[in-house]
């Protein structure tokens, strides 16, 4: 996941682990050789159109509805087509009531009309306050999940880890993030919820209780589920 940092200074450029404390708590409950934190790649302002999300300070917020709406007015201003100009005025009207595109009311039927426009507010943008700058782990972590981000648990053996995917991706989805073999090769998936994990006190205990159960490709993965894929090799 690329989040680029708009009008934040003080936070390295490049990979930067997803301090989430569940991981330690795992890590407690799970003998392994290592524990791997999931990642993010933080970008800087020039690589804005390129992340999948923004982190912004209170006045960047304003900076990006600003270049939006200048690249709208620029726009309207070379007479688009009629079903182009529509879409370019709605879009005129949100950013003036200071409103990003990016969870608006326009629908993908709207956006289509405007797809060659690159705008900066069209992909989530989280805010940050000055005192949650004071703690840039626990930041970065907020703005992962409010981009639509999860991760699920692999445990045991050679690494404790967590893996980062899309909030509503499917468990043969997630398989691939893994490995690729993994995805082509499903079988099924072996999920012990996060909570349930904790409860047990680990997941030999988990699966004592009767906690694991058998999932099947199209599962929604739930974020932190503890997860072991079955596939043909």
Same mark, same amino acid.
């Given at each position: 996941?690329?989040?680029?940092?708009?009008?934040?200074?003080?936070?390295?450029?490049?990979?930067?682990?997803?301090?989430?404390?569940?991981?330690?708590?795992?890590?407690?409950?799970?003998?392994?050789?290592?524990?791997?934190?999931?990642?993010?790649?933080?970008?800087?302002? #020039? $690589?804005?159109?390129?992340?999948?999300?923004?982190?912004?300070?209170? @006045?960047? %917020? =304003?900076?990006? *509805?600003? +270049?939006?709406?200048?690249?709208?007015?620029?726009?309207?201003?070379?007479?688009?087509?009629?079903?182009?100009?529509?879409?370019?005025?709605?879009?005129?009207?949100?950013?003036?009531?200071?409103?990003?595109?990016?969870?608006?009311?326009?629908?993908?039927?709207?956006?289509?009309?405007?797809?060659?426009?690159?705008?900066?507010?069209?992909?989530?943008?989280?805010?940050?306050?000055?005192?949650?700058?004071?703690?840039?782990?626990?930041?970065?972590?907020?703005?992962?999940? #409010? $981009?639509?981000?999860?991760?699920?648990?692999?445990?045991?053996?050679? @690494?404790? %880890? =967590?893996?980062? *995917?899309? +909030?509503?991706?499917?468990?043969?989805?997630?398989?691939?993030?893994?490995?690729?073999?993994?995805?082509?090769?499903?079988?099924?998936?072996?999920?012990?919820?996060?909570?349930?994990?904790?409860?047990?006190?680990?997941?030999?205990?988990?699966?004592?209780?009767?906690?694991?159960?058998?999932?099947?490709?199209?599962?929604?993965?739930?974020?932190?589920?503890?997860?072991?894929?079955?596939?043909?090799?």
């Amino acid at each position: 996941m690329k989040l680029a940092l708009f009008g934040i200074t003080g936070l390295p450029l490049g990979k930067r682990n997803l301090k989430d404390p569940r991981l330690d708590q795992a890590d407690k409950l799970v003998e392994a050789q290592k524990k791997t934190y999931a990642q993010v790649d933080l970008l800087g302002d #020039d $690589a804005l159109l390129d992340a999948d999300a923004v982190l912004a300070s209170p @006045e960047g %917020r =304003a900076d990006l *509805i600003l +270049k939006d709406l200048e690249a709208v007015e620029t726009r309207l201003g070379r007479n688009p087509p009629e079903p182009e100009r529509v879409v370019l005025e709605r879009i005129k009207t949100l950013l003036e009531s200071e409103q990003f595109i990016f969870g608006s009311s326009l629908d993908a039927e709207a956006m289509k009309a405007v797809a060659a426009h690159n705008f900066c507010t069209n992909k989530p943008i989280i805010v940050a306050s000055p005192q949650e700058l004071e703690d840039p782990d626990k930041l970065v972590l907020r703005a992962f999940q #409010d $981009a639509g981000y999860i991760c699920f648990l692999t445990v045991g053996g050679k @690494e404790n %880890r =967590a893996w980062p *995917i899309r +909030k509503g991706v499917s468990a043969w989805e997630a398989a691939g993030t893994i490995h690729s073999d993994i995805q082509k090769g499903f079988i099924r998936a072996e999920i012990i919820s996060f909570a349930d994990f904790i409860a047990a006190g680990g997941e030999t205990e988990a699966k004592r209780a009767g906690k694991q159960r058998l999932e099947t490709k199209n599962y929604v993965m739930q974020d932190y589920d503890l997860v072991n894929f079955r596939f043909n090799k």
